[in-house]
T-cell receptor, first 113, second 112 residues
Framework: SQKIEQNSEALNIQEGKTATLTCNYT??????LQWYRQDPGRGPVFLLL?????KEKRKERLKVTFDTTLKQSLFHITASQPADSATYLC????????????FGSGTRLLVRP | SAVISQKPSRDICQRGTSLTIQCQVD?????MFWYRQQPGQSLTLIAT?????????ESGFVIDKFPISRPNLTFSTLTVSNMSPEDSSIYLC?????????FGPGTRLLVL
């Protein structure tokens, strides 16, 4: 079955640095991959979608890469701010055109002022 | 985009009782999804609810335990039946808008 792995350890970085989060998957080839942000007590909020034929996508201070050979996505936040502190989830489509998503367990990011 | 509200936002329930969670969307959508998120865990899909048809449940979830209604294109309910402490979790609904999902704020449930 499909498996998604995100680093369960929190990432603790200094304000202004670049945060890099990793999402690895096994056992299938998704058509697209998404990143969501989740704050405590809130539902996830969509950030970026990248398709299997795209290597990189950017949105403001966010950058996502997608390596289908390595079966890995990297999520970067440049010039990080304390307000970026949250849990970041990657999600992949089920591969059956159903629009269902499988979510990773998320990585908690803490940006120190 | 979509704005989604859920009721209740939280509840404390006794084991053996049932709770119905409501999900309201500000626009018409075909597909709605119900997830469970246990403490420190990721989201697990319970079922997909399409208007006018029976909900489709994922492995490990059954209709008798989690009956779902989808009476129109903007509303759905999820009932957690005959609750046990293991059902303590956050329950979220979401809608699909062109491959992107928009989530409600969640319902935090504690079963004693």
């Amino acid at each position: 079955s499909q498996k998604i792995e995100q680093n369960s350890e929190a990432l603790n970085i200094q304000e202004g640095k670049t945060a890099t989060l990793t999402c690895n998957y096994t056992n299938y080839s998704p058509a697209y991959l998404q990143w969501y942000r989740q704050d405590p007590g809130r539902g996830p909020v969509f950030l970026l979608l990248i398709r299997e034929n795209e290597k990189e996508k950017r949105k403001e201070r966010l950058k996502v890469t997608f390596d289908t050979t390595l079966k890995q996505s990297l999520f970067h936040i440049t010039a990080s701010q304390p307000a970026d502190s949250a849990t970041y989830l990657c999600a992949l489509d089920w591969g059956d055109s159903s629009y269902k998503l499988i979510f990773g367990s998320g990585t908690r990011l803490l940006v120190r002022p | 985009s979509a704005v989604i509200s859920q009721k209740p936002s939280r509840d404390i329930c006794q084991r053996g009782t049932s709770l119905t969670i409501q999900c309201q969307v500000d626009s018409q959508v075909t597909m709605m999804f119900w997830y469970r998120q246990q403490p420190g865990q990721s989201l697990t899909l319970i079922a997909t609810a399409n208007q006018g048809s029976e909900a489709t449940y994922e492995s490990g979830f059954v209709i008798d335990k989690f009956p779902i209604s989808r009476p129109n294109l903007t509303f759905s309910t999820l009932t957690v039946s005959n609750m046990s402490p293991e059902d303590s979790s956050i329950y979220l609904c979401s809608v699909d808008k062109g491959e992107t999902q928009y989530f409600g704020p969640g319902t935090r449930l504690l079963v004693l």
